[in-house]
Each structure stands twice: as structure tokens, then as C-alpha cells.
């Protein structure tokens, strides 16, 4: 048996550098319609296979033409983010190693490392060093995560154990979140068994944080009982943080648990020029961020942090009897996240931690941050634009001709134009365009020249 085809292994190295090296000067919208790529790839289910070279050049040839440039330093859409080249490395090795990670027993290796990586996260983000941290999919498990480990938490205060009573013969959780709370929040609560209508709403203010008095009123107004506030760093839409401090001082005073939904916003802490707009964040009890975002790791790989550990492994963790728990030291991963059996997500946040050190998040992040005031600077120096967000960290909301039509009209072109990609948003009843940089690689010229094409697109 040939274990390895190197060959084959040769040849899709060459189809991913093909790709990536293609990147910068690309079109950075997909090139082929939904008709094309199914007319390329649906060949019948064969009785007998193909041959593997084939299928993966006629998946590298459609991958090309089909997928879209996320990975490449002009897409701005949504917040999504590229891979560092160590970060893409080290993910082959793992799809190389393929293992499981549940359990010490089942990968030592992967073990180690997400005991490594877990402590490194903690360090850069400055959050408390005792916190169980948890390798998730992305942003929404680790809002599941953490919203579940205060579940318990909140619970476990008046002598009830949520895992065996469930929450039917529970004494009621008090749930507030803010308006502008994420949709992954929402669902995370939803499958928590806290249903939408029983939430409690704290209004925003025009940069979409939460408002530090209308907070103090709601929870005043709250029903007795263990209350949960859910809280933001980092608005999709502008990038501006809840009043974190204040937040937890009126939890705090209330014995009320916060989490806080921090998907790219806690990157922030690694930033000594941004760090203050996540003042206070290190008083919250949980928090869900992404790696895959402004860390740029590959796809999947979000992480959620718990301030209380024993909350989160008891919310968490499975006890079967054919299961060769650790008894000592060892890190068993799956004690940390829902899943049993996944990916082995800790070892490119290790390998990018690791390449970049303190100085290279920090850079990145800087970086992310600069690009997206060149371009809201470019930008509003004509007069048919309005930026309607502070642009604190690395989000951009642009209108054109104050014109709903408009500005619709100039995303579509600019993403038919090619030379960078952005969607659009309703930002409190205004049509906008949305731009975030959170590719390592944007450079300033990039800017320049996604500037230049947004205005081409403005006529
Ligand atoms: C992206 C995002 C999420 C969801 O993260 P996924 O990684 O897509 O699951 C949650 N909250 C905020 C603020 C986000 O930006």
C-alpha cells in the first residue's frame, strides 16, 4: 500500500500556489456562475471512481474560477479575514496528522498544543490566566459555549445543577442582551433553551453600543433571579464597543454574569493603541472571539474563553465509561467545547501566535485598523460620500449621494468592477456600504487603489 502519493501531493501544492500567488492581482469576486460550476462539477455519482489527479485538477480549475478572493488582501466583505502563510502551513499539518483531538489518549500532540495555544490567548488578550479556553468552529459556538458555561454558572449560585435538572424545573434566568446584539448571540440562546421573546432589550446609541443607563434601568426592573447580560466588543457594522466598565459594574453590583460577544473587537487588547476601547472587558466571566477572523488562521476556528473553568466543563463536558479520561495534568480538549470528534483548530493559532509574537498581532491588528481610516479619509474627501460611523477599529459604513439607490447601485458595480470586494448593510434605517479590513496583508497601496475604485463606481 502506498500510504502518501506524492504526486498527487505535489500537484495540489502547486494548484494551491497557483491560487494564492493569483491573489493580489485577481478579479476578487468569483468568475463563475452558479450554472457554470455546476455544469463543471456535477458529473453523475460513477459506479468506479476517477482518477484522483484528475479530481483534484477539475476541483483546483473551478476552485479558481469559483472562489471568491477572501484570501487575498482587497476583499473587505463582511469580517472575514485571510490566512497567514505559517498559520495555512500548519493547517496541512494537521490535515496531514488527522487527528482527533478529543482526548489526551486519542492526540498527545494536539493535547500539548491547545495547552500552549489556550495560555498564549490568554497572555495576548490579557484575560484572566485561570480561564478554560475551547477551540470551537468559529464566533457562533463560542457565543453557544460561553452562553452555556454562564447558564450553569448563574444557575449553580442558587443550588441547582442545570445539566441534570434542566432548565423546565429551573428557577427563570433573566437574559439581557443590547439591540445591536449579534445574530449568533440570539441563536446561542435559542438552543440554550432561553427563547427570543423572554429577552431583555437594552437600547444603543448611534455607534450601536449598548447604553451604560438604560442598562442600569433594565436590570432594575428585573424580575428576582440569576440574570445573564450579553455584551459586545466589536459591532459588525461599526466596529464600536459597548461601555464594558460600566457594564460590569451594574452586573457585578446585581451578581448577574456578563459574556461578552467579541468576535474580532478583542484582538483590540493585543493593540496598545486600541486597547482602551476594550477597557474593562477583562471584568466579564465569559468571552467568544475568532481566530479565523483578524487572527487569520484558516477556516474554522473560533475560541471561547470562561473565567470560571468548572462552570464551563460542567456545561461541557461527556463521561462514558470507554473513555480514558486524563486522571493527571493532561488536557482532555473536549472537557472545553461541545464537540466530541474534530479538528485539531488549536495547531494554526499556535503556529500563528507563535510566528507573530506579541508584536505581530499587534501590527496586524494596527495595520487593520490604519487601513480603514486611509480609506474612510480617500473616501470622504468627496463630497458624494458620508462616512456614518467613528471609525475606532477597523470598520468603514459609506453612503453615497445620500441616496439609498445609490449606494446599493455603487456595491453592486464595485463588486462587478473587481479591484476589491464589499457588501452592503442598513445602518439605523440607512442603506450603506460596509467595509472591514481584517487581512493581514492589506497594505496601504491597496487602500489607495480600492479607494480609487469605490469612487470610479460612484460615476
Ligand atoms: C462574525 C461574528 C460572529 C459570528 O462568528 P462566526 O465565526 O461567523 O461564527 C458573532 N459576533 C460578531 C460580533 C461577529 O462579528
Redesign the pocket.
Known amino acids: 500500500m502506498n500510504i502518501a502519493d506524492p504526486d498527487l501531493l505535489d500537484r495540489v501544492h502547486r494548484h494551491a500556489l497557483d491560487f494564492l500567488l493569483s491573489l493580489p492581482d485577481r478579479h476578487v469576486g468569483a468568475r463563475a456562475t452558479r450554472e457554470e460550476m455546476l455544469e463543471a462539477l456535477r458529473v453523475p455519482l460513477r459506479e468506479e471512481g476517477e482518477p484522483s489527479s484528475l479530481v483534484i485538477d477539475e476541483l483546483a480549475a473551478q476552485g479558481d474560477r469559483g472562489a471568491i478572493a477572501s484570501a487575498g488582501p482587497r476583499y473587505f466583505g463582511f ?1 472575514i479575514g485571510g490566512s497567514l502563510p505559517v498559520a495555512l502551513a500548519a493547517d496541512w499539518l494537521t490535515s496531514a496528522w488527522d487527528q482527533n483531538p478529543g482526548i489526551y489518549a486519542t492526540s498527545p500532540i494536539s493535547s500539548v498544543i491547545e495547552e500552549i495555544a489556550a495560555q498564549w490567548v490568554l497572555e495576548i488578550l490579557d484575560l484572566p490566566r485561570e480561564s478554560g479556553v475551547g477551540f470551537v468552529t ?3 459556538m463560542a ?1 453557544f459555549t460561553g452562553l452555556a458555561a454562564a447558564r450553569h454558572g448563574v444557575l449553580r449560585k442558587v443550588g441547582v445543577n442545570v445539566e441534570e435538572t434542566g432548565l423546565a424545573d429551573a428557577p427563570r434566568v433573566n437574559v439581557v442582551v443590547g439591540d445591536e446584539a ?1 445574530v ?1 448571540v440570539l441563536t446561542s440562546l435559542r438552543m440554550l433553551g432561553f427563547g427570543l421573546k423572554g429577552l431583555h432589550h437594552v437600547a444603543t446609541d448611534s455607534q450601536g453600543r449598548m447604553r451604560a443607563d438604560e442598562l442600569a434601568r433594565v436590570v432594575k426592573s428585573l424580575p428576582e433571579g440569576p440574570t445573564i447580560i450579553v455584551a ?1 466588543a ?1 459591532n ?1 457594522n461599526t466596529g464600536a464597543f459597548d461601555p464594558l466598565r460600566d457594564i460590569a459594574e451594574i452586573a457585578h453590583e446585581r451578581g448577574a454574569w456578563v459574556h461578552v ?1 467579541s ?2 473587537g478583542l484582538w483590540a487588547r493585543a493593540s496598545r493603541d486600541r486597547a482602551f476601547l476594550a477597557d474593562g472587558i477583562d471584568l466579564a466571566d465569559s468571552w467568544a472571539t ?1 481566530a ?2 483578524w487572527l487569520n488562521v484558516p477556516y474554522d476556528c ?1 475560541i471561547v474563553i470562561v473565567r470560571d473553568s468548572s462552570a464551563q466543563r460542567s456545561a461541557m463536558a461527556v463521561r462514558a465509561e470507554y473513555l480514558e479520561h486524563s486522571a493527571g495534568v493532561e488536557r482532555d480538549n473536549f472537557e472545553f467545547v461541545p464537540e466530541f470528534s474534530r479538528r485539531a483548530r488549536g495547531i494554526p493559532v499556535y503556529a500563528a501566535l507563535r510566528a507573530l509574537g506579541r508584536r505581530g498581532v499587534e501590527t496586524m491588528v494596527d495595520n487593520g485598523c490604519a487601513r480603514a481610516r486611509e480609506i474612510a479619509d480617500l473616501l470622504r474627501a468627496d463630497s458624494r460620500v458620508k462616512i456614518l460611523n467613528d471609525v475606532v477599529l477597523n470598520q468603514v459604513l459609506v453612503r453615497f449621494g445620500d441616496s439609498d439607490e445609490l449606494t446599493k447601485e455603487v456595491v453592486a458595480r464595485v463588486q462587478r468592477e473587481g479591484t476589491c470586494w464589499l457588501g452592503g448593510t442598513t445602518w439605523q434605517g440607512l442603506g450603506a456600504m460596509r467595509i472591514s479590513v481584517s487581512h493581514w496583508g492589506t497594505s496601504e497601496e491597496d487602500a489607495e487603489r480600492s479607494a480609487e475604485a469605490i469612487l470610479r463606481c460612484v460615476g
Open positions: 469580517v468559529g464566533c457562533q457565543n449579534h449568533t459586545q466589536g459588525v460577544d468576535a474580532f475568532d479565523h477572523k473560533g
